[in-house]
């Protein structure tokens, strides 16, 4: 039998608004579209619908930058405001150049603009990542598993792009119900050979190949990614965060 | 309509051998799984099978390490004609720990141990990145396109680590038929704000979907990846290599 994923847009989702129960309107998008969820489904969502149902949106023309974030903007060519916010998400400044400011935030993840990010809001206005992503993860799951009464696990996802390869890729922010990580260490090979140093990050592909579905001008931040295998734990999207002394960019 | 994406696994490869004509293994085992191919899937192959069926396995025994390889064998406690291997796939070393050599490819991929990787062979053999991944991927889709009678992208794939993050994902090292990043750049979001600075590396994704169906320790070397949408383009993976002045890493 030949192993098989799916993967379905959800389409239909409203335009969110900060206190919506965004449970509540990815079920009924879910139901419209004709679609259910399954056991063992994974439920990805752009972090974007989630900053947004949690408030997570800043009005540039009220945020006053500060001295450093001034000198910063000058230096890059860019909005001083526009750098506050980032700073303020900001746990450590990696690199900074005039095309792209890469930061850490507090959650550990290194990104560029630690996560603040101008498209799909209103003009002038900014989204961050959520609080606790897996936290938003968690609050989806169990809301989602009501709903429909099977177990799921959910992915709140965001697009990055990384250092040596051009263009993004959507991945894993938060995680409840899943291990993000498929551990083989250990396990054997075909030719019975033990892999020493294999873990695949499977929420991070879960996400990008949610991502295929998805697309950025269509407004589909929901997928259904079905027939993955996973381990069900609680899971965290920290567990993907590398440590420091493994950390050879900083 | 929701949109759809579907993966599905190619089992039942043989174990390929240098010389092997591996599109012809790869039309058959898609046949006896009972799958076809349609027009504008996106044939996933990964690179282990064709460097076996092109011959890039090297026996360490009979690898003389250089008194280069000798010395940083030494220094970060590996064996000797590991590291001659490694250094004779690198174009130029990134960065050397015990635990991990990064290192730039002739191809231009910056990756641990330069492609050069020891699962899935014999003992004592390892193997390389395919001399032309992009000549690989354009070999297999005009051979699958005529035994198909279909219009096909192809992707051949490696599962690289990533910087901050931990765990593989499969990427794209090989590419024919698509254009390796979706382009929105000056395009429109849904609130009217044009998109600056959004490529998505969709050739990426789609080996990352593709390697959920994979699996490490499965032998499934293939898989089809069905739905994806992608700018047909004679397409390559070097397209993917970010350019010396904008890499931040180096």
Redo the contacts between chains.
């Keep these: 039998?030949?192993?098989?994923?799916?993967?379905?847009?959800?389409?239909g989702l409203p335009e969110v608004k900060a206190g919506d129960d965004l449970a509540d309107l990815i079920a009924a998008a879910i139901r419209r579209?004709?679609?259910s969820l399954e056991p063992a489904d994974v439920v990805v969502v752009t972090h974007k619908v989630v900053s947004k149902a949690e408030g997570r949106l800043v009005r540039l023309d009220r945020v006053t930058p500060s001295n450093t974030a001034r000198q910063l903007a000058e230096e890059l060519g860019r909005r001083p405001e526009d750098v506050e916010v980032i700073l303020r998400e900001t746990a450590r400044l990696v690199?900074a150049?005039p095309?792209?400011l890469?930061a850490?935030t507090r959650h550990g993840?290194?990104c560029a603009n630690a996560g603040v990010d101008?498209?799909?809001?209103?003009?002038g206005v900014v989204s961050l990542l959520p609080e606790d992503p897996d936290a938003s993860a968690r609050g989806l799951q169990a809301a989602l598993e009501a709903a429909f009464g099977v177990p799921l696990a959910v992915v709140v996802s965001d697009?990055f792009g990384?250092?040596?390869?051009?263009?993004?890729?959507?991945?894993a922010v938060g995680v409840a119900g899943m291990a993000?990580?498929?551990d083989?260490r250990g396990?054997?090979?075909?030719?019975?050979?033990t892999?020493v140093a294999?873990?695949?990050?499977?929420a991070?592909?879960?996400a990008?190949?949610a991502?295929?579905?998805m697309?950025?001008?269509?407004?589909?931040p929901v997928a259904i990614?079905r027939?993955?295998?996973y381990a069900r734990a609680a899971g965290s999207a920290r567990?993907?965060?590398?440590p420091a002394e493994?950390?050879?960019?900083r």
């Design positions: 039998m030949a192993a098989r994923v799916e993967v379905l847009g959800v389409p579209a004709g679609l690199r150049a095309w792209a890469i850490q993840f290194v101008h498209s799909n809001t209103a003009p697009t990384r250092p040596w390869r051009l263009g993004q890729t959507n991945v993000p990580l498929n083989y396990q054997a090979d075909p030719a019975g050979r892999l294999t873990q695949v990050a499977v991070d592909e879960v990008a190949a991502e295929l579905v697309g950025k001008l269509d407004r589909v990614v027939g993955v295998r567990d993907l965060v590398r493994r950390d050879l960019f």
